[in-house]
Each structure stands twice: as C-alpha cells, then as structure tokens.
C-alpha cells in the first residue's frame, strides 16, 4: 500500500473507535497540502487543509513568542463543534472534527494515539 493508502486506513480506524466524538478527521502536511481524509461530504478537503496549517503556523509563532515550547494542539470550540488539530511529528499535520456535545478527553486521547502512528508512517 501507499501512504495515502496507510494514513486512510488509520483515520478509518480512528473514525470506527471514536464514532461518536469525532465526525471527521484528515491528515495534511503543515504547509497545508492533504495527504488523506475522511471528512463529512459537504467539507471542502483543500479550505480545511490550508485553515489548518494557518492555524498551527499560527499557534506554533505564538508558542515560540510566550516561550511555551513546540505547539502540541490546537482545539478550536465553536457553537456548534470542535476543530481539533494536532502536530503528528514534522511532516504532519491530524486535523479532526467533533460535536460540541463531544467527550474531550476521549476523542484527544484517540487523536494522540493516531498522531503517533501517522508520525510512524510518515518518518518510513
């Protein structure tokens, strides 16, 4: 298999552990190109991967300024979701989706599991 093949079947397994708490989830390079997804069909996979790398260039800037060391995660709360992206080492970027009534703590504990292994694939 290829590597958007490898990173697909892992965010399947994400979506399949987590279904509740996270509705959507892709993995982008920081400079905002998509590797793979699976996000709801209305969602525009090119504006979510370049929001995305703004976001964390953005919190990664922020981090550097305050002395907070590397940027771990963003989460981003909104009335009617969470947008939650984490760093999944150098080459990645694990963006996901979730409902605002979602279990926080599961689905970062999920997402951190995930991240590791999209960190694995892409260092191959």
């Known amino acids: 298999m290829g590597l ?4 697909g079947g892992l965010l399947n397994e994400l ?5 509740g708490d996270v509705s959507g989830v892709a993995v982008l390079r920081p400079d905002g190109l998509m590797i793979a997804s699976s996000l709801p069909g209305n969602t525009d996979e090119k504006r979510v ?3 995305a790398a703004a976001m964390v260039g953005t919190s990664q800037r922020t981090c550097d300024e305050l002395d907070r060391g590397d940027l771990n995660q963003v989460v981003i709360d909104g009335a009617t979701g969470k947008a ?3 760093y999944a ?3 990645a970027v694990l963006a996901a989706l979730s409902p605002a009534e979602v279990n926080l703590g599961l689905a970062l504990l999920e997402l951190e ?3 590791e292994k ?3 694939i892409m260092s191959k």
Do not use: H
């Open 4 to 7: 958007r093949e490898d990173i």
């Open 15 to 19: 979506l399949e552990r987590a279904p």
């Open 49 to 51: 991967a370049a929001m």
């Open 84 to 86: 939650i992206l984490s």
């Open 89 to 91: 080492g150098k080459k």
């Open 113 to 115: 599991r995930t991240a």
């Open 118 to 120: 999209v960190k694995e």
